[in-house]
């Protein structure tokens, strides 16, 4: 029925001049036709996460004499995951890469008197990337204005209809998720000094620590738009 008026659509069928042109290019270009014809689900996804990483550990350990000697490591790891897709139009990316430098001293002054060296540092960075990033601006396409124009916000907005599975840009099922990047980097300077006295030891250093934090995430980028089953009115968030 036409929700206006009450009065059944002709042959029970919206015209296509009350259908949302945003919605229904949305729907032609985003949302496969069904592939199950039985059950209360008429679509089955078949695409699985995929996890690829490289990992290594490099160490070096070097005696210069009877009193010196040093060490050091360094530490890789690169990790890149594939999000699983709704719809073969989905598709997110999460790349991840740790390191880790570290060199060590000793010195040894005499039979009971030792000092330990150490500098270190570390750094981590991740970034999401959805398909479209960069790519194809969807919300430009639709005619919808006010969201965020850079290219790393580029993609379909979030569509949620009660009832029905959500789709859109969501970065790793996260609806409110836009484009995201982590980076933390952590510096370390140490010396300690050590000495034995007949029963008594004694112990001294100190540390030095420096640690950059940065997290960027734009919040639902795209929108997130909401629709109701049975409503002529739709809410929209965004």
């Not at 990483?53 to 995951?81: A, Q, V």
């Not at 204005?145 to 996260?174: A, D, K, R």
């Not at 000094?193 to 030095?208: D, E, V």
């Amino acid at each position: 029925k036409d929700p206006l008026t009450g009065v059944a659509f002709p042959n029970n069928e919206i015209p296509a001049s009350r259908i949302s042109s945003i919605n229904s290019t949305l729907l032609q270009k985003f949302v496969p036709l069904p592939d199950n014809g039985t059950g209360t689900l008429n679509w089955y996804s078949n695409y699985p996460s995929i996890l690829a990483g490289l990992y290594s550990n490099w160490r070096i350990d070097h005696r210069i004499s009877n009193k010196d000697s040093i060490f050091g490591h360094y530490l890789f790891n690169d990790t890149s995951y594939n999000w699983s897709k709704t719809f073969p139009t989905d598709g997110t990316t999460d790349d991840t890469r740790g390191q880790n430098v570290l060199g060590d001293w000793t010195h040894i002054f005499g039979p009971r008197a030792l000092n330990d060296f150490h500098i270190g540092y570390s750094r981590f960075f991740e970034n999401e990337y959805e398909i479209r990033e960069g790519k194809e601006d969807v919300v430009k396409e639709l005619g919808i204005t006010g969201l965020c124009e850079m290219p790393s916000c580029w993609g379909i907005p979030q569509e949620n209809v009660t009832g029905y599975q959500f789709f859109g840009e969501h970065g790793g099922v996260q609806p409110r998720s836009g484009p995201r990047g982590w980076s933390n980097q952590f510096y370390q300077i140490q010396d300690s000094f050590s000495r034995q006295a007949g029963s008594h030891s004694t112990s001294f250093g100190i540390a030095l620590n420096q640690n950059f934090d940065n997290f960027v995430q734009v919040i639902t980028p795209r929108g997130n738009f909401s629709y109701e089953i049975g409503r002529a009115s739709c809410r929209e968030r965004v």
